[in-house]
């Protein structure tokens, strides 16, 4: 059993920073990466950040590139997102997910059926 947590969201100031953490519990070996998600309101959920398991690459959606960088600790099994310089329109539930995600469009995309696990989410709020 392979569950994902979420932690670190919260209201925040606009132009300030937040650090979101996602924890995998049990084993993800097989993923081929792990990814941040947002949704906002009924919007489709957005991909924002991949890391890929084997090689560490990373890749960011135009959209919050220059400010959001994602890294990992695989000692503690922990994926991070770095948000910086956060907007009013950031606000959002942030999910994790792990499994197979491409890049399309200058944004990342999960590979359709191919998300093995997701987080429950963890809400982020930015006021102006």
């Known amino acids: 059993q392979v569950t994902l947590v979420e932690s670190g969201g919260g209201s925040v100031q606009a132009g300030g920073s937040l650090r979101l953490s996602c924890t995998a519990s049990?084993?993800?070996?097989?993923?081929?990466?792990m990814g941040w998600f947002r949704q906002i309101g009924d919007k489709e959920r957005e991909g924002l950040a991949v890391?890929?398991?084997?090689?560490?690459?990373?890749y960011v959606s135009d959209s919050v590139k220059g400010r959001f960088t994602i890294s990992r600790d695989s000692a503690k099994n922990t994926v991070y997102l770095q948000m910086n310089n956060v907007k009013p329109e950031d606000s959002g539930t942030y999910f994790c997910?792990?499994?197979?995600?491409?890049?399309?469009?200058?944004?990342?995309?999960?590979?359709?059926?191919?998300?093995?696990?997701w987080g429950k989410g963890t809400l982020v709020t930015v006021f102006s």
């Open positions: 997910a792990a499994g197979l995600m491409g890049i399309g469009g200058g944004k990342v995309q999960p590979v359709t059926g191919g998300i093995d696990y």
């Open positions: 049990g084993d993800i070996g097989s993923s081929n990466g």
């Open positions: 890391i890929y398991a084997k090689t560490g690459r990373t």
